[in-house]
């Protein structure tokens, strides 16, 4: 929760911190749910998640995160909103098709980006 990313001059870089922040956590408690889930369903000698499986989850959980990001920042949550620049910041680069969405995306009645994994 400390990490502080900054750019070659310095600058803090706070998108992409929160960024890091949100990948380092969801990550961790997506492999704490993988192993309970292997614990109590399969026991140690059963089988374990596909890669497919597990890369599946994590995008869910990356898009899943995106999508209630771009929701916080809704003006009816008055001061506890999410800044638009903020997630702007925070998802800029991730998404797919990035180029092509408009300006602020957080405001789009349904939200069509996402994020995508490369094929190996």
Do not use: F
Not at 65 to 89: F, P
């Amino acid at each position: 929760g400390l990490a502080d990313i900054k750019d070659e001059e310095n600058r803090a870089r706070p998108g992409a911190s929160r960024l890091l922040r949100i990948v380092v956590s969801e990550t961790a408690h997506l492999i704490w749910c993988l192993r309970c889930e292997r614990r109590v369903r399969d026991s140690d000698t059963g089988p374990v998640h596909s890669e497919r499986e597990v890369k599946r989850r994590w995008l869910a959980r990356m898009n899943d995160r995106l999508t209630l990001d771009a929701a916080m920042t809704n003006e009816r949550y008055g001061r506890k909103a999410l800044k638009r620049s903020l997630v702007l910041q925070t998802w800029s680069g991730t998404l797919k098709k990035d180029d092509d969405l408009p300006m602020d995306w957080t405001q789009e009645k349904r939200l069509l980006v996402g994020i995508e994994l490369p094929e190996p």
